[in-house]
């Protein structure tokens, strides 16, 4: 089979192997890479291969409607574009981009913390309210004048990310030297970016300034790799408790969202904590290599406080299908990230339009053959009882 992919990019893997060929190795690693021997990053796109959908037919599906509400606002379908650090090195301004698109398409965004871009300068790129994406910092100082400024550029909903307690091991940023300032590993990514001019002259040499933009004024020379990660290892607080999430619920009043719950105990004290939702994920397996897939942890979570709280999941979506198997197991609707950014790298804010329009056409043909016409009307009644963990 030939390489169509060079032609029409149809499938997130696809958008991959564009954004392989455009982005500097240590870059593309970055995004691509997991922790460890990546088992839980296979495992998450495996989870989703395991379940088996019930085909169902003759049903009038002439009235398909992919809408619905995810904290509380109208989206065109069950899908927000996670939060990823450094996005805006994939492509010039790149959650400027990304913001356009998912707004386009109707789908919240969702700015990380250590994104490129500010939250001001998201903020003017965007015609819709987006989300943010919080790291507790030992200085509470700083959480607080985050949590301001995210109120002030119109955020109403917050992923406050509890995972990251520590970095995981991602062997493949430390292979090619990501985070490295030693001589050989400068010549390695200098000779990196002289192999993708494309790259060097849009992002590196227009796309400037590349410090983290929401932590600029915090971080001594921003713009190095190095120093922003030795200011992270001093600020990242690995004391938090539930605790520390009532007093965020106390100072930031918008919606709040868990993100990195896989057990059933930490969704329900999440709740308890005073949360309106979860978002059961494993980080995209760039944390603890080796725990179960995010799909497969949904329904257990989806149990145990779908009742009386939101649950969203990412990790390993790579299709309408599966956003169709995540709701269907519960899920209110899916993050994903890898995705769009690499369609982000492969082909800017087209490249993520794109790849939402082909998720949502996929989305409508599962609904249709499933033999349902909304989003509610997706349940467990479309997984067959062959699904290991349904």
């Known amino acids: 089979m030939g390489k169509t992919y060079n032609v029409t990019p149809v499938t997130p893997?696809?958008?991959?192997?564009?954004?392989?060929?455009r982005l500097p190795r240590f870059l593309f690693d970055y995004i691509d890479g997991g922790a460890n021997a990546e088992i839980t990053l296979a495992a998450n796109t495996t989870g989703f291969r395991d379940i088996v959908l019930r085909q169902r037919v003759m049903r009038d599906v002439s009235n398909i409607d992919t809408s619905t509400v995810l904290s509380g606002e109208q989206a065109s379908l069950p899908v927000i574009l996670a939060p990823v650090g450094m996005a805006g090195m994939m492509a010039r301004r790149g959650e400027t981009q990304a913001v356009r698109a998912a707004n386009a398409m109707g789908v919240p965004f969702t700015l990380s913390t250590v994104g490129i871009c500010d939250l001001t300068e998201v903020k003017n790129a965007a015609s819709k309210p987006f989300w943010f994406q919080l790291y507790m910092m030992r200085d509470r100082g700083v959480v607080q004048d985050l949590l301001a400024r995210a109120e002030a550029a119109g955020c109403t909903t917050l992923a406050f990310t509890v995972d990251l307690a520590v970095t995981g091991m991602r062997h493949r940023d430390l292979r090619n030297g990501a985070l490295s300032q030693s001589l050989r590993a400068k010549a390695v990514k200098a000779w990196e970016i002289g192999r993708h001019p494309h790259w060097l002259l849009d992002v590196a040499v227009k796309g400037k300034p590349h410090g983290f933009g929401n932590l600029s004024d915090r971080v001594p020379d921003p713009t190095r790799l190095e120093a922003f990660t030795a200011w992270v290892a001093s600020q990242f607080d690995t004391s938090v408790t539930w605790k520390d999430i009532e007093w965020l619920r106390g100072v930031w009043k918008g919606r709040l969202l868990i993100k990195g719950v896989l057990e059933v105990d930490d969704a329900r004290a999440a709740v308890a904590a005073?949360?309106?939702?979860?978002?059961?994920?494993?980080?995209?397996?760039r944390q603890l290599d080796g725990v179960a897939s995010s799909i497969s942890k949904l329904p257990g979570v989806v149990t145990a406080i779908g009742d009386r709280a939101e649950v969203y999941m990412d990790g390993g979506v790579r299709s309408?299908?599966?956003?169709?198997?995540?709701?269907?197991?519960?899920?209110?609707?899916?993050?994903?990230?890898?995705?769009?950014?690499?369609?982000l790298a492969a082909d800017g804010q087209k490249g993520v339009s794109g790849m939402l329009a082909i998720m949502r056409q996929e989305l409508r043909a599962a609904m249709a053959l499933s033999g349902v016409n909304r989003i509610d009307e997706i349940d467990r009644d479309a997984i067959d009882a062959a699904t290991p963990f349904a």
Do not use: C, Q, T
Request: hydrophobic letters at 45%.
């Open 320 to 343: 309408g299908v599966d956003v169709f198997k995540a709701v269907a197991l519960g899920a209110k609707g899916v993050m994903i990230g890898r995705p769009w950014v690499w369609a």
């Open 13 to 21: 893997d696809d958008y991959r192997r564009l954004a392989e060929r």
């Open 274 to 285: 005073g949360a309106d939702g979860v978002i059961v994920s494993n980080h995209g397996g």
